[in-house]
């Protein structure tokens, strides 16, 4: 059973930075793409970045293009993302999950059980 631990959010005023950690037990992450994902309340969870199974690929929401980086380290079993230039609207609980390729991470599939998420609040 692969289990899925965010952490790193917390509160931040606009225009600051957060990095956002994502460590996995049970299994390596190795051989899968890892995505972000964010949810507020009453609306539907949202893609925000994807990573390929190797790092060669990434992509990412246009709302946080050029603001937010995804990366990882499959010696850590952990994926990471930095989120600078923070927004009120990046308000949200964000979580991790990993899926076959990028495409299939946006399409925000249940790969393996969600974890508890990490709290973003962006401050004005």
Do not use: H
């Not at 957060?18 to 994902?37: I, K, Q, V």
């Not at 609306?43 to 992509?59: C, I, L």
Request: with cysteine.
């Amino acid at each position: 059973q692969v289990q899925l631990v965010e952490s790193g959010g917390g509160l931040v005023q606009a225009g600051g930075s957060l990095r956002l950690s994502c460590a996995a037990s049970g299994r390596t992450l190795g051989t899968y793409a890892m995505g972000w994902f964010r949810q507020t309340p009453g609306k539907e969870r949202e893609f925000v970045a994807g990573v390929s199974w190797f790092g060669g690929s990434t992509s990412y929401a246009d709302s946080v293009k050029g603001r937010f980086t995804i990366s990882r380290d499959d010696a850590k079993n952990t994926v990471y993302l930095q989120m600078n230039n923070l927004k009120p609207e990046d308000t949200a609980v964000y979580y991790c999950n990993a899926d076959v390729t990028i495409a299939a991470i946006r399409q925000i599939r249940e790969f393996y059980r969600w974890g508890q998420g990490t709290q973003v609040t962006v401050s004005s």
